[in-house]
């Protein structure tokens, strides 16, 4: 599956964040008494913001997350919508995310974020999580003013990290988004626990894994 021959060792490292780095499981709790299920909202989350982005058009994650929410579960209250967006603000790390980013840290990559979220929210939960001492900037969709898997926020984030695209690297557990990486260029390392099949309508990743610290080794792997 991985793609052949020509990645180099990236000198950045940039980690998708909401489902690569922290799980969603309070999301999910948010939305069980509303009878919805988070991969459903979460889907719908996703389409709302790739298809305002494919009609060349923008809404920030906080906005597309209500309007998705209001979609799925128009009975529930506002109070309700209110605790399921509040939790996108509680999501813990995943196990392997701490370690990983130890390690790609230790070995001298710059470690950045790169989401779909706000950087305001990512910085919040990476501080919560204790991860943020390995983190050095994080970027958001906001300032590209499109959503990803659209070229312009990789793109932007190369300009803004002031690397050309082949030096940096993309982890994500969304193979969309390991799509739309490489097709900027970048470097990319599929992290497989989300989606367990890789669709082979999309361009296959640089490495791949069935968690971060292994993808994160495969990196660190690649010749220099």
């Not at 719908?44 to 058009?57: E, H, N, P, S, Y």
Request: aromatic share 8%; glycine share 6%; net charge negative.
């Amino acid at each position: 599956m991985d793609r052949p021959g020509t990645a180099r060792r990236p000198a950045v490292i940039a980690f998708d964040v909401v489902e690569t780095v922290f799980s969603l499981a309070p999301v999910r709790d948010a939305l069980t008494p509303l009878g919805v299920g988070v991969d459903l909202y979460f889907a719908r989350l996703l389409r709302d913001g790739f298809a305002l982005a494919a009609a060349g058009d923008y809404r920030p994650f906080r906005d597309v997350a209500r309007s998705a929410l209001t979609a799925v579960a128009p009975q529930a209250s506002d109070t309700q919508h209110d605790s399921v967006i509040a939790a996108f603000g509680q999501l813990p790390a995943h196990p392997d995310a701490q370690p990983a980013l130890a390690k790609l840290s230790e070995n001298g990559a710059t470690v950045v974020t790169l989401t779909n979220s706000s950087a305001d929210m990512t910085t919040k939960l990476l501080q919560s999580a204790g991860l943020i001492q390995y983190v050095e900037r994080t970027l958001s969709v906001d300032d590209a003013g499109t959503w990803k898997p659209c070229p312009r926020p990789y793109h932007h984030a190369a300009d803004a990290l002031a690397h050309p695209p082949g030096e940096i690297a993309l982890v994500s557990a969304h193979a969309w988004d390991i799509h739309g990486a490489n097709r900027a260029g970048f470097v990319t390392g599929w992290c497989s626990r989300l989606e367990s099949t890789y669709p082979s309508l999309f361009e296959p990743p640089d490495t791949a894994g069935p968690d971060l610290v292994t993808v994160a080794d495969s990196l660190l792997a690649l010749p220099t």
